[in-house]
C-alpha cells in the first residue's frame, strides 16, 4: 500500500468528488428519515497542506485554490456547503492547534482540507450514521483519532471491500456508500463491478457512489458497459477533465463519477453544478455525462 492521499488533497478530483459527495448527501437530507454513509476507503480525514508531500505535487493549486475567495450570487448550493465546511473547519484546526496567535491569522486562510468523512460529518444530524473503513495502519489510527469522542461515527481499519460486505445494508435502509480506492491494483474495475452486483443485491435501495480515474480508455469503457449490467435501476456517470493538469505533467488530468440509484433529480442538480465548477476551475476545464442509463 504505497498510496498516500496528501500528495492529492484538495487537487481538481477531490473538488469534483466532494461536491458531488455533498450533493447527494443534501438529497439524503430532505427526508426525516435517518441515513448511514459508508465510506469504504475513508483516508485520514484531514489533511495539512502546508506539509512537504503537500507542498511537492501542489495539486490543490489546480483545485480547492481556484475557488478561494468567490462571492458569486449564483453559486450552487452544494459548492456554497463546500466552500463553508471548508472555511469552518480551517477555523475550528486552527483554533486547535492554537496557531491563531501567530500571524498566520488572516494570510493562512486554507491550510487544511477536509477528507470525504469530514464533509460528511459536518452535515450529518443526530440520528444519522457513518461508517468508516481505512486499510493502511498508519492512517486507520489517524482516522480514529480525529473521531475518538464521536458516538455517531464508528471507523474500522478493515479492507474497504470486506467493510462493504458486512456492513450492507446498514439498520437503517437509507443512505449512501462512496468508493474511493487508489487504484493500485490493475483489477481493481473488476473488483468493483462485483462488489457492486454483490452490493446491489443486498441493500437494493442504497446510493453508491464511486470514484475512477480515467486514465485508460479501453479499461473504463469495460468499466462503463459491464457497470450497465448489474441490476442497478438507475445509473449516472460524469467525468471531469483538467487540461492544465495535463500540461504540467502532474500526472492524472481526468477523472470520473459513477453514481449508482441517484436520488430523485440529481441529474438535473449536478448539470447546474458541474458547469459552474468548470468555469472556476479554470479555462479548458470540460465535463461530460457519459452514460446515463435508466430502468425505472
Ligand atoms: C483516494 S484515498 C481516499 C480519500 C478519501 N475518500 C477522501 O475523499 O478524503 C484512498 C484511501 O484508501 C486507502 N486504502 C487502500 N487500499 C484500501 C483497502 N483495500 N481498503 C480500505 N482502504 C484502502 C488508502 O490508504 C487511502 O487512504
Known amino acids: 500500500m504505497n498510496y498516500r492521499h496528501i500528495y492529492h488533497a484538495g487537487g481538481f478530483s477531490d473538488v469534483f468528488k466532494h461536491t458531488i459527495l455533498i450533493a447527494l448527501i443534501q438529497s439524503l437530507l430532505k427526508k426525516e428519515t435517518p441515513f ?22 501542489q ?26 465546511i471548508i472555511q469552518t473547519w480551517n477555523h475550528r484546526m486552527r483554533q486547535d492547534s ?7 491569522k488572516e494570510l493562512d486562510i486554507l ?52 467493510a462493504f460486505k458486512a456492513f450492507l445494508p446498514p439498520k437503517e435502509k437509507r443512505g449512501l456508500v462512496l468508493i474511493d480506492p487508489p487504484f493500485e491494483k490493475t483489477d481493481e474495475f473488476e ?9 446491489i443485491h443486498r441493500w437494493r435501495n442504497g446510493i ?8 485508460n480508455p479501453r479499461q473504463v469503457n469495460h468499466f462503463y458497459k459491464n457497470l450497465s449490467q448489474i441490476g442497478a435501476s438507475e445509473i449516472l456517470c460524469y467525468e471531469l477533465y483538467m487540461p492544465q493538469q495535463q500540461r504540467s505533467n502532474h500526472g492524472m488530468h481526468a477523472c470520473g463519477m459513477a453514481i449508482l440509484q441517484p436520488p430523485w433529480g440529481f441529474k438535473e442538480t449536478l448539470e447546474r453544478v458541474l458547469p459552474w465548477l468548470c468555469q472556476k476551475l ?13 430502468r425505472k
Open 111 to 162: 491550510r487544511y482540507y477536509p477528507g470525504s468523512p469530514v464533509f460528511a460529518r459536518e452535515l450529518l444530524r443526530d440520528k444519522d450514521h457513518i461508517i468508516l473503513a481505512e486499510l493502511h495502519p498508519e492512517d486507520a489510527q489517524t482516522l480514529k483519532q480525529l473521531f475518538k469522542q464521536d458516538k455517531q461515527v464508528a471507523t474500522h481499519f478493515l479492507d474497504g471491500y470486506t
Open 208 to 215: 453508491y457512489a464511486i470514484w475512477y480515474p480515467l486514465k
Open 282 to 294: 479554470g479555462e479548458g476545464v470540460k465535463w461530460r455525462e457519459f452514460l446515463h442509463m435508466s
Open 191 to 199: 473488483t468493483l463491478i462485483q462488489k457492486l452486483t454483490l452490493g
Open 59 to 84: 495539486e490543490f493549486q489546480y483545485g480547492i485554490s481556484k475557488l478561494q475567495g468567490i462571492t458569486d450570487h449564483d453559486i450552487p448550493d452544494s459548492i456554497a456547503t463546500y466552500l463553508n
Open 36 to 57: 448511514c454513509y459508508i465510506d469504504t476507503h475513508a483516508g485520514i480525514g484531514n489533511y495539512d497542506l502546508h506539509l512537504e508531500s503537500a507542498q511537492k505535487t
Open 98 to 104: 492554537r496557531l491563531y496567535s501567530s500571524d498566520l
